[in-house]
């Protein structure tokens, strides 16, 4: 409790006006009793009035506690061992114990620029973690004790070898002579013991490690006695244990030690060894690198079958991606799509998903994760996808299952040449007769159409039903008379625009012409290319001698039909009715077991590759609008969906219409970019942001040359073009952008200049792609800063003794030099509290409290 001696006043009161208050309050007493004022409402103003005269010069007590506060420097140079510092912490920890505050000031060629907190947390690793960019290769107490003597007074503590490789000792001593400070190093209590008898020399291990791999971990440990030394060697990556053994060396002997890193591991992690000797005449020794481990995508596989899993499964885990593969049986449960950034839905039935799976993948799709969908048996409308979430967010019409009809309906456009040509030789007239041979023997389910042509087209007969104008079209086709010039493409267009709105199951035109066309070129092929998308197949007919350089006959292959070509208008008829006949397979034709795939109107986008060998099979789809059709697949001479995408919400959906098994897709198993087009799919499929790396394999290499870092870079891939960008982090967290020098294929180089020791982390770009990021730490011994010489213990008892300090403090030894730690608080508010808590209370006294209590219904006595 403190105590009136405490008691300080931050403006002083002046004697005078002291004097003039107590002469005002002795009057105002001396009146008020003349007047008869009650005493205690006198007493309880007086006191109102004091408290309140008080409050004006600001009044506060000092309290000092007896423990104090002490400034630490840490030496975070790499010439201090890891291990030995830490036991030098815990010193400083246990005088803490003793009611002592201690800030810690780390240093290494530059002070930190703020003391922190000794807390029981606090560790050297983290320390010299947090403060690496002060160039741990350069040690300089100088400066270190200069801000000390500019920071405080008294005692300061410190935790270093004593083996300085910049700053003057000199200026040391100048320091310490002025009397500011007083120096207390720590020193391990075995100093004299050997340090480089036995020791860890190095610690290697490749740069980058594959996901779900380990790689191999090397220490080299050296003795240097004539006597045979063991110990203990510890090695973790990040907070694992991967080894902890026992070994001994022989004498004058060196040995390697192999482990093995954690494959647990993801991203930039720690490698660090320790050796403890047996012997306590013996110091700890560590050494420290990194492993940059690959972040691979998680990929989830839900598959119908063993079967179905048996290709896909295995390339995808033994290249880029974390799989997690399952074949879901009666009580599955979708795991947490969270975890995934793709998908993939191979041949497996919508029921097996479990409930409400269909409405969870859709909604992890628009949150921005990539779904895939392959086909197979039980897969897209054979799946029971039909009427689920599922089907509105494929790419893809899904199909229901049907039985497959003997003949389906057909529509053909008639497209005829009745030019001023045509009018020789009789040829309109056979050209007629052709058209009501194909009238006369389509089924009344087909759809005909006749349209004619000059220089603008004629449309002779409306696509329609036979059923309904069988008779009507027959009269109409006599109407064709030939005139003006020639000019075919209106003509292909309209009929066209008429096929695509007719119901048939199979689409077909026929374009008859006697001589050379004469605007053929590209537009013409594009009509026909898109007409092939749809569905629709083209022959073309060559009334007379092919003129056109083979023009008619590119079409015709183009759109999947029959190219004919005559000179005797009479086989017009023959030839219509031929053509008819096979593209509506009434023909017996060869049956060919493989579609052949080709490039949709959207062009490829999920895959780099543009050649493709041919199916078997396919689940038959129908087109999206607004979706991306990539593949198609040739059957009967119509184009239907193999591969499609597009966006759906955030995320992204592809569907592939054949299987991933070998079933329909044996062709693809033996190909050797079967790998290459999965894994192009899942990268498309998934989602794509800043952080995304490529599994590229490449190697780094670095030397130190005075203060130059030379990097070497080799890249494995035949896909680099470009330049080859990078982006390095010094230990002080500054970061430097910087272009490789190609040297060769594969080969580049670069050099940093003005390094320090520390760790180095490396991100490079090559070629549009990110290369998984490395790290590497580059030691101070490399600047000087050599581990393994022990404390400096005549140069740290010096300066102990030239502050009056001495090495090792107790307790007891700091008292009269620390700082006394003070602390101070106010009054002033407390003190207007209490008087204004008196003059409630007075003018409650004075209101109620010495007035008689009168009682309800209580008569005074009257005389």
């Given at each position: 409790m403190p105590g009136l001696d405490q008691l300080k006043f931050t403006q002083s009161p002046e004697p005078i006006l002291v004097i003039a208050v107590f002469c005002a309050l002795l009057a105002y007493i001396i009146i008020g009793m003349t007047k008869k004022y009650p005493p205690l409402q006198l007493l309880l103003r007086s006191a109102a009035i004091c408290l309140l005269t008080l409050a004006c010069f600001k009044p506060y007590v000092e309290e000092v506690k007896t423990g104090g506060s002490a400034l630490a420097l840490v030496d975070i140079s790499d010439s201090m061992d890891e291990a030995v510092a830490e036991d030098l912490i815990s010193q400083l920890k246990n005088l803490k114990k003793d009611n002592l505050d201690i800030d810690l000031l780390p240093f290494a060629a530059e002070p930190a620029s703020a003391a922190v907190a000794l807390t029981s947390d606090t560790h050297y690793s983290s320390l010299k973690k947090s403060w690496a960019g002060l160039n741990t290769g350069k040690s300089n107490l100088e400066k270190a004790l200069s801000y000390a003597a500019e920071n405080t007074q008294g005692a300061v503590l410190l935790i270093s070898d004593g083996w300085q490789t910049a700053g003057s000792i000199n200026k040391i001593t100048d320091i310490l002579s002025e009397d500011k400070i007083s120096l207390f190093p720590l020193i391990p209590p075995a100093n004299g013991r050997e340090s480089t008898g036995l020791r860890l020399i190095n610690l290697y291990a490749p740069l980058t490690a594959r996901s779900g791999e380990s790689?191999?971990?090397?220490?080299?440990?050296?003795?240097?006695?004539?006597?045979?030394?063991?110990?203990?060697?510890?090695?973790?990556?990040?907070?694992?244990?991967?080894?902890?053994?026992?070994v001994s060396i022989g004498p004058n002997k060196e040995i390697v030690i192999k482990s093995k890193s954690d494959p647990k591991q993801e991203?930039?992690?720690?490698?660090?060894?320790?050796?403890?000797?047996?012997s306590s005449n013996l110091q700890q020794s560590s050494a420290l690198t990194y492993i940059s481990t690959e972040k691979r995508e998680r990929v989830l596989v839900l598959s119908g079958s063993r079967d179905d899993a048996r290709f896909l499964i295995p390339l995808l885990q033994d290249k880029s991606y974390r799989v997690a593969s399952n074949i879901p049986g009666r009580n599955f449960k979708l795991p947490d799509l969270g975890d995934y950034s793709v998908v993939v839905l191979n041949n497996i039935e919508r029921d097996r998903l479990g409930g409400g799976a269909p409405e969870k993948i859709v909604n992890f799709?628009?949150?921005?994760?990539?779904?895939?969908?392959?086909?197979?048996?039980?897969?897209?409308?054979?799946?029971?996808?039909?009427?689920?979430?599922?089907e509105k967010a494929l790419p893809v019409k899904l199909l229901p299952p049907r039985t497959k009809k003997k003949r389906v309906n057909v529509a053909v456009a008639l497209i005829l040449d009745k030019s001023r040509s045509m009018a020789t030789a009789n040829k309109?007239?056979?050209?007629?007769?052709?058209?009501?041979?194909?009238?006369?023997?389509?089924?009344?389910?087909?759809?005909?159409?006749?349209?004619?042509?000059?220089?603008?087209?004629?449309?002779?007969?409306r696509m329609g039903q036979l059923r309904q104008i069988r008779r009507q079209a027959l009269d109409r086709v006599s109407r064709l008379f030939a005139t003006g010039k020639t000019n075919m493409l209106p003509a292909i267009d309209e009929g066209r625009?008429?096929?695509?709105?007719?119901?048939?199951?199979?689409?077909?035109?026929?374009?008859?012409?006697?001589?050379?066309?004469?605007?053929?070129?590209p537009v013409y092929i594009e009509v026909v290319r898109q007409m092939r998308m749809l569905g629709i197949t083209v022959s073309t007919v060559m009334l007379g001698p092919e003129l056109d350089g083979g023009f008619l006959r590119s079409l015709a292959n183009l759109g999947g039909g029959a190219y004919y070509q005559t000179s005797d208008p009479r086989n017009l008829p023959r030839i219509f009715m031929t053509d008819i006949k096979v593209s509506t397979g009434e023909q017996t034709l060869r049956e060919n077991s493989e579609y052949l795939v080709r490039r949709g109107p959207a062009g490829i986008q999920s895959t780099q590759i543009r050649n493709f060998p041919p199916l078997l099979g396919y689940v038959q789809t129908g087109r999206r609008d607004k979706a991306s059709l990539e593949l198609v697949v040739i059957s009967g001479g119509k184009a239907e969906p193999l591969l499609a995408s597009?966006?759906?919400?955030?995320?992204?959906?592809?569907?592939?219409?054949?299987?991933?098994?070998?079933?329909?897709?044996?062709?693809?198993?033996?190909?050797?970019?079967?790998?290459?087009?999965?894994?192009?799919?899942?990268?498309?499929?998934r989602p794509k942001s800043g952080s995304t790396t490529s599994n590229m394999p490449f190697d780094l290499r670095y030397t130190i040359d005075g203060s130059l870092l030379k990097l070497d870079l080799s890249i494995f891939s035949e896909s680099v073009s470009g330049s080859v960008a990078a982006r390095i982090v010094m230990p002080d967290?500054?970061?430097?952008?910087?272009?490789?020098?190609?040297?060769?294929?594969?080969?580049?180089?670069?050099?940093?200049?003005?390094?320090?020791?520390?760790?180095?982390?490396?991100?490079?770009?090559?070629?549009?792609?990110?290369?998984?990021?490395?790290?590497?730490?580059?030691?101070?011994?490399?600047?000087?800063?050599?581990?393994?010489?022990?404390?400096?213990?005549?140069?740290?008892?010096?300066?102990?003794?030239?502050?009056?300090?001495?090495?090792?403090?107790?307790?007891?030894?700091?008292?009269?030099?620390?700082?006394?730690?003070?602390?101070s608080r106010d009054l002033t508010l407390w003190l207007v509290f209490i008087s204004l808590m008196l003059v409630v209370l007075e003018i409650f006294v004075r209101e109620i409290g010495f007035k008689p209590l009168r009682l309800p219904g209580h008569i005074p006595n009257t005389v």
């Open positions: 790689v191999p971990v090397f220490a080299a440990l050296q003795n240097n006695t004539e006597s045979t030394q063991s110990g203990t060697l510890i090695v973790k990556h990040g907070s694992k244990v991967v080894l902890k053994k026992h991203g930039i992690k720690e490698l660090r060894a320790t050796f403890i000797p047996d799709i628009r949150q921005g994760g990539g779904l895939i969908m392959i086909g197979g048996n039980r897969s897209f409308g054979l799946g029971g996808y039909i009427g689920s979430e599922i309109i007239d056979f050209a007629k007769e052709s058209a009501r041979e194909v009238i006369r023997n389509l089924k009344d389910d087909d759809f005909v159409g006749v349209i004619g042509f000059d220089f603008t087209p004629f449309e002779v007969v625009r008429r096929l695509m709105k007719v119901p048939a199951g199979r689409k077909h035109m026929i374009i008859l012409t006697d001589g050379k066309i004469p605007d053929a070129g597009w966006k759906y919400g955030k995320g992204r959906v592809i569907a592939f219409t054949s299987d991933a098994n070998g079933r329909w897709s044996r062709p693809w198993v033996r190909w050797s970019k079967f790998y290459t087009f999965w894994s192009n799919l899942v990268d498309s499929a967290q500054s970061e430097r952008k910087f272009e490789f020098e190609h040297l060769a294929p594969g080969k580049y180089a670069a050099t940093i200049e003005d390094i320090t020791a520390g760790k180095y982390e490396v991100h490079i770009a090559a070629g549009g792609s990110k290369l998984t990021p490395v790290a590497f730490y580059i030691s101070g011994e490399n600047f000087g800063e050599v581990r393994g010489k022990g404390f400096n213990t005549s140069l740290l008892a010096n300066l102990a003794g030239i502050s009056s300090g001495i090495i090792n403090p107790a307790i007891e030894d700091l008292r009269p030099e620390i700082k006394k730690k003070t602390t």
